[in-house]
């Protein structure tokens, strides 16, 4: 894309929040280090941490709550949710984050407040590339993100590895077992973090060698390095090669319906506008990205968008892909994926991002050790709709929980621990969260009973739905 087709755009709105504050507020500090964890411990006092294992969750119809989570999505493509839904309790709990938003937000909960990624099951955890192409590992996915209690994010953590124990066949002794270690490595992990240096948090990284290096056995290492070598040779180029077609000497993105697919164009005239739109939404892109970024993605060409259909509770947002060429044979692919209010925005302060891509990017820099250069947002100014952009599976993996044994969940609960402890620590004060979550196990016998009994919960949501289901009154695609 050149600069004079860049510079034809008007630069998207930001945040003009930082300049209004009042600067005899800023560079005060945030106190001691002793005292914050007295403020910590003193919010143990509104909310005890016993009170974060109660899970009465009120008479509510969790497919009326789905479906008011459809609102705005593209209607063709909602059965296909349902579908991926249905499929299983913990594919019901992907999408289900609606759900159990609007269950946490109706009990107990800590009044300390840290960036959540708002959606933390163990499926959203995984592999990742840094810029100086380290392979890390930690939170992914960050639709959801939006500052909140953040036992909430614990929470959603530790329910998720029961739903897999139980899909498993495990033990009710083993489901207890994988929680308690996720969440005692938790609370030793923000103790740990709580007295580093800040700069040192800052620049902490959980990577691919630390997850190897608390392998409990060989053949689990051996199993975590196989994932990690796959991640490794992930890139736009080995995308390309099973990607992408020639149609008339032009190389394309191959559809793959339904969930592939170029937008049906039916003139010359209606190709000719979709092609300035898209043009004028990554001209806009373009400006979120820092100078030396946008040097770098001033040498591609846009060759090719289409329409991608993505994960479960993502199904039916709007997400393309766009393939970018430098050279006539370096690719570039970039994932175009839609930012929509966060779940969490009903029963919390709302965003102060005037665009949800935005929330999103910015959320994702404060949680991940080290972002994608490709990361930042841009609107579709004909529907209105936001977006972020990231690469498309640039050194990504993620491992496969299904055939995971007892001590393979339990070594993953271990690394998903420290990734999220880094994350919140990163983003928000590890030494508020040390006070409250303590030196004793409360806060782990809490969670662990919390998870149980939400396990419960969520097959009997998921229940209600296979009914439905069943009964016909909701439509599913099965892909």
């Given at each position: 894309?050149?600069?004079?087709?860049?510079?034809?755009?008007?630069?998207?709105?930001?945040?003009?929040?930082?300049?209004?504050?009042?600067?005899s507020?800023?560079f005060e500090?945030?106190?001691?280090l002793?005292?914050?964890?007295e403020?910590?411990?003193?919010?143990?006092?509104?909310?005890?941490?016993?009170?974060?294992?109660?899970?009465?969750i009120?008479?509510?119809d969790?497919?009326?709550?789905?479906?008011?989570?459809?609102?705005?999505?593209?209607?063709?493509?909602?059965?296909i949710?349902?579908?991926?839904?249905?499929?299983s309790?913990?594919?019901?709990?992907?999408?289900?984050?609606?759900?159990?938003a609007?269950?946490l937000?109706?009990?107990p909960?800590?009044?300390?407040?840290?960036?959540?990624?708002?959606?933390?099951?163990?499926?959203?955890?995984?592999?990742?590339?840094?810029?100086?192409?380290?392979?890390?590992?930690?939170?992914?996915?960050?639709d959801?993100?939006?500052?909140?209690?953040?036992?909430?994010d614990?929470?959603?953590?530790?329910?998720?590895?029961?739903?897999?124990?139980r899909?498993?066949?495990?033990a009710?002794?083993?489901?207890?077992?994988?929680?308690?270690?996720?969440?005692?490595?938790?609370?030793?992990?923000?103790?740990?973090?709580?007295?580093?240096?800040?700069?040192?948090?800052?620049?902490?990284?959980?990577?691919?060698?630390?997850?190897?290096?608390?392998?409990?056995?060989?053949?689990?290492?051996r199993?975590?390095?196989?994932?990690?070598?796959?991640?490794?040779?992930?890139s736009?180029?080995?995308?390309?090669?099973?990607?992408?077609?020639?149609?008339?000497?032009?190389?394309?993105?191959?559809?793959?319906?339904?969930?592939?697919?170029?937008?049906?164009?039916?003139?010359?005239?209606?190709?000719?506008?979709?092609?300035?739109l898209?043009?004028?939404?990554?001209?806009?892109?373009?400006?979120?990205?820092?100078?030396?970024?946008?040097?770098?993605?001033?040498?591609?060409?846009?060759?090719?968008?289409?329409?991608?259909?993505?994960?479960?509770?993502?199904?039916?947002?709007?997400?393309?892909?766009?393939?970018?060429?430098?050279?006539?044979?370096?690719?570039?692919?970039?994932?175009?994926?839609?930012?929509?209010?966060?779940?969490?925005?009903?029963?919390?302060?709302?965003?102060?991002?005037?665009?949800?891509?935005?929330?999103?990017?910015?959320?994702?820099?404060?949680?991940?050790?080290?972002?994608?250069i490709?990361?930042?947002?841009?609107?579709?100014?004909?529907?209105?709709?936001?977006f972020?952009?990231?690469?498309?599976?640039d050194?990504?993996?993620?491992?496969?929980?299904?055939?995971?044994d007892?001590?393979?969940?339990?070594?993953?609960a271990?690394?998903?621990a420290?990734?999220?402890?880094?994350?919140?620590a990163?983003?928000?004060?590890?030494?508020?969260?040390?006070?409250?979550?303590?030196?004793?196990?409360?806060?782990?016998?809490?969670?662990?009973?919390?998870?149980?009994?939400?396990?419960?919960?969520n097959?009997?949501?998921?229940?209600?739905?296979k009914?439905?289901?069943?009964?016909?009154?909701?439509?599913?695609?099965?892909?």
């Amino acid at each position: 894309m050149s600069d004079s087709t860049a510079a034809k755009s008007t630069e998207p709105a930001t945040n003009h929040v930082a300049a209004q504050e009042d600067p005899s507020t800023l560079f005060e500090g945030r106190g001691t280090l002793a005292a914050r964890v007295e403020r910590g411990k003193a919010a143990r006092k509104k909310a005890p941490r016993a009170d974060l294992a109660i899970c009465k969750i009120e008479d509510r119809d969790p497919l009326e709550l789905l479906e008011a989570s459809n609102v705005g999505r593209v209607a063709e493509l909602i059965p296909i949710r349902y579908g991926r839904m249905v499929a299983s309790p913990f594919a019901f709990y992907r999408g289900a984050a609606p759900l159990m938003a609007h269950d946490l937000s109706k009990l107990p909960h800590s009044d300390v407040t840290v960036q959540l990624g708002g959606d933390a099951h163990l499926a959203n955890f995984g592999l990742f590339a840094s810029p100086e192409r380290r392979i890390l590992f930690g939170p992914n996915d960050f639709d959801e993100t939006l500052p909140g209690p953040f036992d909430w994010d614990v929470r959603r953590l530790a329910a998720s590895f029961v739903i897999a124990a139980r899909e498993r066949g495990f033990a009710p002794r083993d489901q207890r077992g994988v929680v308690r270690r996720l969440c005692e490595t938790f609370r030793q992990r923000i103790a740990e973090l709580s007295s580093m240096d800040t700069l040192d948090i800052w620049y902490c990284q959980f990577g691919a060698a630390n997850m190897l290096a608390i392998a409990d056995s060989i053949e689990e290492r051996r199993k975590e390095q196989a994932v990690i070598e796959k991640a490794s040779q992930q890139s736009s180029r080995t995308v390309m090669t099973h990607a992408t077609e020639l149609v008339n000497g032009k190389l394309r993105i191959k559809d793959a319906p339904p969930l592939v697919y170029h937008v049906p164009l039916e003139s010359p005239h209606d190709q000719k506008q979709y092609q300035t739109l898209v043009r004028r939404f990554f001209a806009d892109y373009r400006l979120t990205l820092p100078d030396d970024r946008r040097a770098l993605f001033d040498r591609y060409e846009l060759v090719d968008v289409a329409i991608r259909v993505v994960g479960i509770g993502s199904v039916g947002t709007r997400c393309y892909e766009a393939l970018f060429m430098a050279d006539g044979e370096c690719p570039l692919f970039l994932q175009l994926k839609e930012a929509r209010a966060s779940v969490l925005e009903g029963y919390l302060p709302p965003s102060r991002y005037p665009n949800h891509g935005q929330r999103v990017v910015n959320g994702q820099r404060l949680l991940q050790s080290a972002s994608d250069i490709f990361l930042g947002w841009s609107k579709m100014r004909h529907t209105g709709n936001d977006f972020y952009v990231r690469q498309l599976r640039d050194m990504k993996g993620a491992f496969d929980f299904t055939t995971f044994d007892v001590e393979d969940l339990g070594e993953y609960a271990v690394s998903c621990a420290h990734a999220l402890a880094h994350s919140m620590a990163k983003a928000g004060d590890p030494a508020l969260l040390n006070g409250y979550v303590g030196k004793s196990d409360a806060f782990d016998e809490a969670i662990v009973q919390f998870a149980l009994a939400y396990a419960e919960q969520n097959e009997a949501d998921w229940t209600v739905l296979k009914a439905a289901v069943k009964a016909g009154r909701i439509q599913v695609i099965r892909d």
